[in-house]
């Protein structure tokens, strides 16, 4: 059911309880005991949480709302309040929709069967048996669990902040999941449980999708992973090696700065050549260079840029990430004199890449919006499903800004790590 369905049958004169899972949190330590008490929702998290409140907002005057005592269901229970125009809601605190949950016997057992590699396994198994270490029989629990429901349920709507494994167990033990759970159809975040009870006293069970986000079991589901090419795919990067270069001249590095700030971008996506960038930036600064000390810089520019510098440690794990199912893509500013040395030096690294687009070839730039979804619509994935590699920040940003996932390498190894954590691998 989606959630004008859901807001149609209450129209028709059914009242209703919706079960939400919280909005998007950062990542849980496995073994944090707490199951992330304090951890507070994302940014995206909160503004994902007020849509859902705005497309509720008819029911603005007829709403109560409960959340478990965690720091993330009580702030989507806030942010749902605020974005249906409730002021001051009253949130009516569980501990038995969080970490004394009705479905647990000894949170302790609880956390040692659900490891993060052994999750998924852990809750098929206890929706396929009813049983599970520290966990109480699914079907009495679930009964439990709706009575302390209708016990408070006393207006046209009743908002319930919980979490993703007690709404798929509620739905399963009702008969109410198409499909058992697995990793594939999870609840994600802002998905609920509905109970929608009809005058005549007939109840009807629902899984709503909500459609605001992709997050699943604190992850996102990551099916292509884009690499920048300078700083990632090398060992070094062109600032470093034409600083040493100018300062061997006694050029001020801050005059190539400044001209980089002005001009590379549209150098890299081909409005003017390397040479006309370094007669921008030398006019600019007022200096007159012999010939000679432009061509080697020039010459050193573009030797940092493709020589002497492959970083194979970035290689294997992309080779690694191919295996693994996972998409390649490539994502580069460089102009298209440099993208020819590029296919030749690099073709390796291209040989494994679904999807590649060069700035120069397209007369377009990071972080410009639209180069990550040219990318992303040459891999056919939704935004959601991609994370960026890159060395430069801005970039990075760029890409979020554009719905995706992103990482600042330093080295192949962090990158690695952080994508495992960010992926659930």
């Known amino acids: 059911m989606t959630i004008d369905e859901f807001k149609a049958e209450i129209e028709k004169g059914a009242r209703a309880i919706l079960m939400v899972r919280h909005a998007e949190r950062p990542q849980i330590d496995p073994d944090?005991?707490?199951?992330?008490?304090?951890?507070?929702?994302?940014?995206?998290?909160?503004?994902?949480?007020?849509?859902?409140?705005?497309?509720?907002?008819?029911?603005?005057?007829?709403?109560?709302?409960?959340?478990?005592?965690?720091m993330r269901t009580r702030m989507t229970a806030e942010s749902i309040a605020a974005g249906m125009g409730v002021a001051a809601p009253e949130i009516l605190a569980e501990g038995r929709l969080g970490n004394d949950s009705f479905y647990y016997t000894d949170t302790d057992e609880v956390l040692d069967v659900f490891k993060p590699e052994n999750f998924f396994n852990a809750c098929i198994e206890y929706f396929a048996t009813g049983r599970q270490r520290g966990f109480a029989q699914l079907g009495v629990a679930t009964d439990v669990f709706e009575s302390w429901l209708d016990e408070r349920f006393t207006k046209r709507l009743f908002v319930a902040v919980t979490h993703d494994l007690y709404i798929a167990a509620?739905?399963?033990a009702r008969g109410a999941a198409a499909v058992p759970f697995t990793r594939e159809n999870w609840v994600r975040f802002l998905d609920a449980g509905a109970i929608l009870v009809y005058p005549d006293g007939t109840r009807r069970y629902e899984f709503v999708r909500t459609g605001l986000s992709d997050g699943i079991c604190g992850v996102r589901r990551l099916s292509a992973v884009v690499f920048d090419f300078g700083g990632v795919m090398t060992t070094s990067t062109m600032p470093k090696r034409v600083r040493a270069r100018t300062a061997q001249l006694g050029i001020d590095w801050k005059v190539l700065e400044d001209g980089f700030a002005r001009y590379r971008r549209l150098m890299d996506a081909d409005f003017m050549s390397m040479d006309e960038m370094y007669d921008l930036i030398w006019a600019d600064a007022g200096l007159e260079l012999s010939a000679?000390?432009?061509a080697k810089i020039v010459a050193e520019d573009m030797a940092s840029f493709l020589e002497g510098s492959r970083n194979l440690a970035t290689l294997e794990w992309m080779r690694d990430l191919k295996a693994?199912?996972?998409?390649?893509?490539?994502?580069?500013?460089?102009?298209?004199?440099?993208?020819?040395?590029?296919?030749?030096?690099?073709?390796?690294?291209?040989?494994?890449?679904?999807?590649?687009?060069?700035?120069?070839?397209?007369?377009?730039?990071?972080?410009?919006?639209?180069?990550?979804?040219?990318?992303?619509?040459?891999?056919?994935?939704?935004?959601?499903?991609?994370?960026?590699?890159?060395?430069?920040?801005?970039?990075?940003?760029?890409?979020?800004?554009?719905?995706?996932?992103?990482?600042?390498?330093?080295?192949?190894?962090?990158?690695?790590?952080?994508?495992?954590?960010?992926?659930?691998?």
């Open 32 to 70: 944090d005991p707490t199951f992330g008490d304090t951890l507070a929702l994302t940014e995206r998290g909160v503004r994902t949480a007020t849509e859902l409140g705005r497309r509720l907002a008819d029911f603005r005057d007829d709403v109560q709302f409960a959340a478990s005592p965690l």
């Open 170 to 172: 509620f739905l399963t």
């Open 292 to 294: 000679d000390v432009r």
């Open 324 to 425: 693994r199912g996972l998409k390649i893509g490539i994502l580069s500013n460089m102009s298209t004199n440099m993208a020819a040395r590029f296919r030749e030096v690099f073709a390796d690294y291209i040989a494994l890449a679904d999807a590649m687009v060069i700035s120069g070839e397209e007369r377009m730039f990071k972080p410009q919006r639209r180069i990550y979804e040219l990318l992303r619509s040459r891999l056919g994935l939704p935004a959601g499903e991609l994370c960026f590699i890159d060395d430069v920040e801005a970039n990075c940003d760029g890409a979020r800004r554009a719905g995706w996932s992103a990482i600042r390498f330093s080295s192949a190894e962090q990158a690695s790590r952080d994508f495992a954590a960010l992926a659930g691998m």
